[in-house]
């Protein structure tokens, strides 16, 4: 009996000290969130606005996804979201608090056009005032080069370069893959040029795709490069990007001299070098000892001590960013439940007028539609409705985009893709030399249809074809109505034929250049609201406030993961990862069935929007083939 005693003993304190240990933990989580938030209190009186941009910056960043991290048993990409960034450079321009900038580019994945100018145009509000800009990087290319053309001086490592690729490359395609196997893709399109199934059922890019892509990769590239030139007048574009071999040479294969002798960097030197300098201007650290440190103050909490304001009356600006999908979507996606869902929430609110921020390739028909249909709603209220195009709004970007008023766009962005799709695979083939076949009976054409593993009937292909052909003249029919143009005009401009914001105008598919703000104001303007009197209400309620421990927690995995980045030979690593995942993305979308899909596969994506998982690419595929 006593030695029983002493066992229910010794199991009440192993209980009561497990209790304690996950009591602890508890209390210690709890602190760490608490503390993670950003807080304003840690914004020094004077020194440098430090924005290290290890990541990709984007419309809208996504809170990040603590099943998917754990699944993936790694971590996604850090996002900016790019008003972010615009806001914090601007209010640093004014304050007094900021003495420079620094741009820490070493980990930087880049961004589409459209923001990257609108953050290049905030740095040179900076300059105006007189503060200098500082970047630094191990190695720069297009778009890093973008934002460092408007510092004041661009350092790079000895051990770094820069080089200029372009807009443009290769993409893969699966007919020869899909023969082999011998699964069969299924295609129902509309468009001359909707080249999104072309991967499907081609083995090279049709002369309409190739066509369309060289109009639109060299409208982006005379934009990167006038862009560019008038920031850094002294960069030699023209060598750089036409005779890389005799540029190498002439700095002796020195990649970085080459860099500093075509006028794309200012200096050379090390992280501590560079620090060194910036702190003759923005001062020393007194907090921290290490070579190199200067005073400095980092993005998040000076964006938590610069709040935007909400004076007047409330412009409600709802973002459609990433691939349009049904239901509520998830990180990197749009839901079309989900937007619809915080239109009709928002309709409860006095909105003086409605902005919708697109930046979005496409996705599904169906959840298109059902956004155009909430955005009506508030229509349907007689208040203005603009629609702002960031980098990208294509097939269903564009979709949504109808019910406007008023359509602002840039030079650089990508629209148009005025056409349908859907991609069904069939197996029947690929079962039969298994020795696997299909039979049974029929009370109509339709029964049992579709069937994957027996294949269509002739009936099933009319049906299809008939349905997309359908959805097509509904698209054309929504922007025939909204754009003020015959069906038969839009058809012309359309079958699925991506356009630059420039032609867009031309076209009579954009009304006129302007970003966000610009939209805004025309709102405002069409509202009766002077200046002052309104600002914008962005909808869909506050940022996730546990994201700010899970982006620090997933930084600091990145970094154990990969402690030196992005020197050259890293970024031909990445965009080798990139290939991978691209693939795999490309098969998912050809394997998962899906509705008609209003998407631009051959818009331009940016290089890491999604990519827990781009570090597992081949068992992505192999779980792709396992299903």
Known sequence: MAFAGKVWRLLVGIKDGLALLFLLLFFMLLFAVLTARPSPGVVR?????????????????????????????????????????????EAAATDDRVNSIVLDLSGFFGGGQVHLQDIGAALEKVRAAEKPVFAYALAYSDDSLMLA?????????????????????????????????????????????KSAVEPYT???????????????TTALFEEWKAHVKKARPKADIEQVTTDVEGWIEAADQNFAQAALNAGLVDKLGSWEEFGDRVAKVAGKDDWEKAPGAFASTELEPWLADN?????????????????????PGGSGTVGGQRISDILDEALQKDLSGLVVRVDSPGGSALASEEMRRAILRHKAKDIPVAVSFANVAASGGYWVAAPGDRIFAEPETITGSIGIFSVIPTFENALA????????????????????????????????????????????SLVAESRKMTPERVDEIGQGRVWDGG?????????????????????????????GDYHPLFLGGPVDPYASLLQQFGAAQA??????????????????????????????RLLTTRGAQAYCLECPTLPARATAEQGNWLEGLAKLFAR
């Open 503 to 531: 032609t867009a105008r031309q076209l009579g598919l954009v009304d006129q250049f302007g970003g966000l703000d610009d939209a805004i104001a025309w709102v405002a303007s069409e509202a009766e609201l002077e200046d």
């Open 202 to 216: 081609r083995g090279d890019m049709s002369p309409e795709a190739r066509e369309n892509a060289s109009q639109i």
């Open 45 to 89: 009186a004077d020194g440098a606005l430090l924005l290290e941009l290890d990541g990709v910056v984007v419309e809208q960043a996504s809170a990040p996804d603590p099943l998917q991290m754990l699944l993936s048993q790694s971590v996604p990409v850090r996002e900016f979201g790019a008003r972010d960034l615009t806001r914090a450079i």
């Open 149 to 193: 053309a408007h510092a004041s001086e661009v350092w790079l490592d000895p051990m770094g370069g820069a080089f200029i690729a372009g807009p443009g490359g290769h993409r893969m395609y699966y007919s020869g893959l899909l023969d082999q196997l011998n699964i069969r893709a299924r295609v129902y399109r509309v468009g001359e040029f």
């Open 559 to 588: 970094e154990s993961q990969s402690a030196t980045f992005h020197d050259l030979s890293s970024m031909i690593a990445l965009r080798q990862e990139q290939s991978g995942a691209q693939m795999v993305r490309d098969l998912d």
């Open 433 to 476: 030399e298994w020795g696997v076949t299909s039979d049974g009976v029929r009370t109509t054409p339709l029964s049992g249809q579709p069937d994957l593993t027996g294949g269509f009937t002739p009936e099933v292909d009319t049906l299809l074809q008939a349905g997309t052909e359908d959805g097509y003249r509904r698209f054309i």
């Open 307 to 327: 709040l935007p304001e909400q004076n007047g009356q409330p412009i409600g600006v709802v973002t459609i960013a990433g691939e349009i999908v049904d239901g």
